[in-house]
């Protein structure tokens, strides 16, 4: 469970959150929508810690993570992350990048990570690819291919930044198909997506964001037909 | 011009012999240049601002004053640095290294600073710490980048060896300029000489290109 109160964050004079308060159960999917500049990506980030909340409390479990004696290390291993831009390490077979983190960082063995991380190849649909190096994969292929690498450190949270933004349209789906999936399976996911349909049809949630701000918080049922703000049915105008 | 190498053949295998003097300074120099030149340039983008500072001084006098002056102060000064005088040799190795390490730590600083900042994004998200960040993720990726760089800095060094002759020692530069003044001709002598740097830095440029092929491999 992810609680989160009051969540500030500054960039120097600029205020991107002003006072987040949610909370996100074990096994939800969460969908955050809202225009761009809205503070959803650094909403997202502070709850791994790569941007440093500026005010306010995140608790992952009974853990605060915003408390100076949290070891972010630690945080992180649990929190698995997705970017927009895949962001595999090149000079890693696809395998190798599945199983880095894992060897280095919990001391699996070599024998270990690998048995794990062609399991998850193999959930991804991407077997075949093991020895291959990410400049041969297209883009949804290095997404699910990031995904694996997240999962392969068996975190609790998955959180998505715009996972198929940067992806040319036709390879959206297996990568959206992988998340659902990995929805179907209980994982606790936050999702910063465009993808209205998917958050429509997978998430529990939705919050909308705009200027910093949490604007609504409701089950997409009602989030897509009944929208309550006049800015969240403006930009579901514009979207849908 | 009248070219004559019959009388500097007997000499040619004590030229030749410094290829291995040449060589070992290189090495040796080489090699502590380029592990002082990562130390470095890890305290030059370290958050830690006094490191910072104390890699660009560094930098700064060992990259604004010339490299003879560093060597013959090395050398000439060790009795009043290290208490006892050190072999021409040894300067030599301290002089290079610690004079390519200001070069080194500069082209490995732009080529951590050009790796997308996504790969140590990606890397903490992991929980991936600082040091192996480095080490396993964007270090080996820097290199792949500025090998060329490198590889010139090797080259210049390679060359820029030969002022050790002003220290005494035995080098491919002082064993020609010997022969020369033992045979009154120090064209020839002179000339083989340069052959000989020449033929090493070909060696080295390809060398060169053959680890950057290897490195390539992935993309």
């Given at each position: 469970?992810?609680?989160?109160e009051n969540?500030?964050?500054?960039?120097?004079?600029?205020?991107?959150?002003k006072?987040?308060t949610t909370t996100?159960?074990?096994?939800?999917v969460?969908?955050?929508i809202?225009?761009s500049g809205s503070?959803?990506s650094t909403?997202l980030?502070?709850?791994?810690?790569l941007e440093?909340?500026?005010?306010g409390?995140?608790?992952?479990?009974?853990?605060?993570?915003?408390?100076?004696?949290?070891n972010?290390?630690?945080v992180?291993?649990?929190v698995g992350?997705?970017f927009?831009?895949?962001?595999?390490?090149?000079h890693?077979?696809?395998?190798?990048n599945?199983?880095?983190a894992?060897?280095?960082v919990k001391?699996?063995?070599k024998?270990?990570?690998?048995?794990?991380?062609?399991?998850?190849?193999?959930?991804v649909?991407l077997?075949s690819?093991?020895?291959?190096y990410p400049?041969r994969?297209?883009?949804g292929?290095?997404?699910?291919?990031a995904?694996a690498?997240?999962?392969a450190?068996?975190p609790?949270?998955?959180?998505?930044?715009?996972?198929?933004s940067a992806?040319?349209?036709?390879?959206?789906?297996?990568?959206l198909?992988?998340?659902k999936?990995?929805?179907?399976?209980?994982?606790?996911?936050a999702?910063?997506?465009?993808?209205?349909?998917?958050?429509?049809?997978?998430?529990d949630?939705?919050?909308?964001?705009d200027?910093?701000v949490?604007?609504?918080?409701?089950?997409?049922?009602?989030f897509?037909s009944?929208?309550?703000?006049?800015?969240?049915k403006d930009?579901?105008?514009k979207?849908l | 011009?009248?070219?004559?190498?019959?009388?500097?053949?007997?000499s040619?295998?004590?030229?030749l012999r410094?290829?291995?003097?040449t060589?070992?300074?290189?090495a040796?120099?080489?090699?502590?240049?380029f592990l002082?030149g990562?130390?470095?340039?890890l305290?030059?983008i370290?958050?830690?601002?006094?490191?910072?500072w104390?890699a660009?001084?560094?930098?700064?006098?060992?990259?604004?004053?010339p490299?003879v002056l560093?060597?013959?102060?090395?050398?000439?000064?060790?009795?009043?640095?290290?208490?006892?005088?050190?072999?021409?040799?040894?300067?030599?190795?301290?002089?290079f290294g610690?004079?390519?390490a200001?070069?080194?730590?500069?082209?490995?600083?732009?080529?951590?600073?050009?790796?997308?900042?996504g790969?140590?994004?990606?890397a903490m998200a992991?929980?991936?710490?600082y040091?192996?960040?480095?080490?396993n993720i964007i270090?080996?990726?820097?290199?792949?980048?500025?090998?060329?760089?490198?590889?010139?800095?090797f080259i210049?060094?390679t060359?820029?060896?030969?002022i050790?002759?002003?220290?005494g020692?035995?080098?491919?530069?002082?064993?020609?300029?010997q022969?020369?003044a033992?045979?009154?001709?120090?064209?020839?002598?002179?000339l083989?000489?340069?052959?000989?740097?020449?033929?090493?830095v070909i060696?080295?440029?390809?060398l060169g290109k053959?680890v950057?092929?290897?490195m390539?491999r992935?993309d």
């Amino acid at each position: 469970m992810i609680k989160i109160e009051n969540l500030h964050k500054q960039f120097g004079k600029l205020e991107v959150l002003k006072g987040i308060t949610t909370t996100i159960k074990e096994g939800e999917v969460v969908a955050i929508i809202g225009p761009s500049g809205s503070g959803k990506s650094t909403f997202l980030r502070c709850i791994n810690l790569l941007e440093k909340p500026t005010n306010g409390r995140i608790f992952i479990g009974e853990q605060d993570i915003t408390d100076k004696k949290t070891n972010i290390m630690k945080v992180r291993q649990n929190v698995g992350m997705v970017f927009q831009h895949f962001h595999l390490f090149p000079h890693k077979s696809v395998l190798e990048n599945l199983t880095y983190a894992p060897m280095k960082v919990k001391g699996q063995s070599k024998q270990e990570a690998e048995k794990i991380g062609l399991g998850l190849l193999a959930k991804v649909g991407l077997s075949s690819k093991a020895n291959e190096y990410p400049g041969r994969l297209s883009g949804g292929q290095k997404q699910r291919v990031a995904i694996a690498r997240a999962l392969a450190m068996q975190p609790e949270v998955m959180l998505f930044d715009e996972p198929t933004s940067a992806l040319d349209p036709e390879m959206v789906k297996e990568v959206l198909d992988v998340m659902k999936s990995l929805a179907h399976t209980g994982m606790t996911m936050a999702i910063v997506t465009h993808e209205m349909g998917f958050a429509r049809e997978v998430a529990d949630r939705v919050l909308f964001l705009d200027g910093g701000v949490l604007v609504e918080d409701a089950p997409p049922s009602e989030f897509f037909s009944n929208p309550t703000s006049d800015r969240a049915k403006d930009f579901l105008q514009k979207m849908l | 011009m009248n070219l004559d190498f019959t009388s500097i053949l007997p000499s040619l295998p004590y030229i030749l012999r410094g290829i291995g003097v040449t060589l070992q300074i290189v090495a040796l120099a080489g090699l502590l240049g380029f592990l002082l030149g990562i130390i470095l340039s890890l305290f030059k983008i370290s958050s830690i601002k006094v490191l910072g500072w104390l890699a660009d001084a560094y930098t700064s006098i060992f990259r604004g004053t010339p490299l003879v002056l560093q060597l013959m102060i090395i050398y000439f000064g060790s009795p009043q640095i290290f208490g006892y005088q050190i072999e021409p040799y040894v300067a030599a190795v301290l002089a290079f290294g610690l004079n390519s390490a200001a070069y080194i730590s500069e082209i490995i600083r732009a080529g951590i600073l050009a790796v997308d900042k996504g790969q140590s994004e990606a890397a903490m998200a992991l929980g991936v710490p600082y040091r192996k960040m480095m080490l396993n993720i964007i270090l080996p990726q820097a290199l792949k980048n500025i090998l060329p760089a490198l590889m010139n800095e090797f080259i210049t060094l390679t060359k820029e060896s030969a002022i050790v002759t002003t220290i005494g020692v035995m080098d491919i530069m002082r064993r020609a300029y010997q022969v020369g003044a033992d045979k009154f001709r120090f064209f020839e002598p002179l000339l083989l000489a340069g052959l000989i740097y020449y033929l090493m830095v070909i060696t080295l440029t390809i060398l060169g290109k053959v680890v950057e092929r290897r490195m390539r491999r992935g993309d």
